[in-house]
């Protein structure tokens, strides 16, 4: 598998972990994982009939038994039989839209890679009991990607860290390009909306520390 993204989302899947890839499109992910002997079961699941239909052709040509499913989301999962989800490269709205029907009972870690939001994926899955555990940045084909690992732990994030994730050093350049985009914006912006700068403001402020 090429895709560092997809690569560091598997970072976070272990031995023990029975996976749903929800999302699979092509199953390149589900393949990796179980070709690595990463972890003890995955089932690829997606809610398009052709994305489907190409995760299975793949699977058939590497010559491995994955079991795949149409679904949405986690409709036509049978929760007791994992005990983690994978949701990777969809928006945070489809992401929590899915999540509203999990099984906390039995799904004890989510892998989340949002394209966007992520103040509000962090923020609504501390509300749903899962706290952003570790998280790492992908810098790939000119896009950063954030991917993390979310766990029922009781762990509370502070404001800073719902905006801008878990501090670590070595995601100095992302920080520095939030930090452009935040100034992009605040050029952008009319002087007389003024709560709107202010917010811009704000979030340079926590940001600053970060750099
Ligand atoms: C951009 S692809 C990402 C594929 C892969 N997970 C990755 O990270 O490269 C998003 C996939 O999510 C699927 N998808 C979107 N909404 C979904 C839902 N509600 N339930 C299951 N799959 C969904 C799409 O059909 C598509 O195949």
């Known amino acids: 598998m090429k895709q560092e993204r997809l690569k560091a989302v598997a970072q976070y899947i272990e031995k023990e972990d029975r996976v749903a890839d929800i999302g699979c499109d092509h199953a390149y992910l589900s393949i990796y994982l179980v070709k690595m002997q990463i972890c003890k079961s995955v089932v690829a699941s997606d809610i398009h009939p052709n994305a489907l239909e190409i995760a299975k052709k793949n699977i058939e040509k590497v010559g491995l038994a994955i079991p795949t499913l149409l679904s949405d989301g986690v409709e ?54 899962y706290s952003l555990e570790e998280e790492q940045v992908v810098f790939e084909k000119g ?24 501090y670590k050093k070595e995601n100095n ?28 403001r704000w979030k340079l402020y926590l940001l600053k520390k970060y750099l």
């Open 143 to 166: 896009h950063y990607y954030v991917i993390g690992k979310y766990t029922l732990k009781k762990k509370r994030l502070n404001i800073r860290e719902i905006h801008f994730g878990l």
């Open 76 to 129: 036509n999962l049978d929760q007791t039989k994992l005990n983690t989800l994978i949701l990777s490269g969809m928006g945070t709205s489809t992401i929590l839209h899915i999540l509203k029907n999990v099984d906390k009972n039995y799904i004890k870690k989510l892998v989340l890679q949002s394209n966007n939001d992520l103040p509000l994926l962090r923020k609504e899955c501390q509300k749903m009991g």
């Open 173 to 200: 350049a992302y920080y520095g390009e939030l930090k452009k985009e935040y100034q992009t914006i605040l050029k952008k912006v009319r002087r007389k909306h003024i709560l709107k700068r202010l917010k811009i």
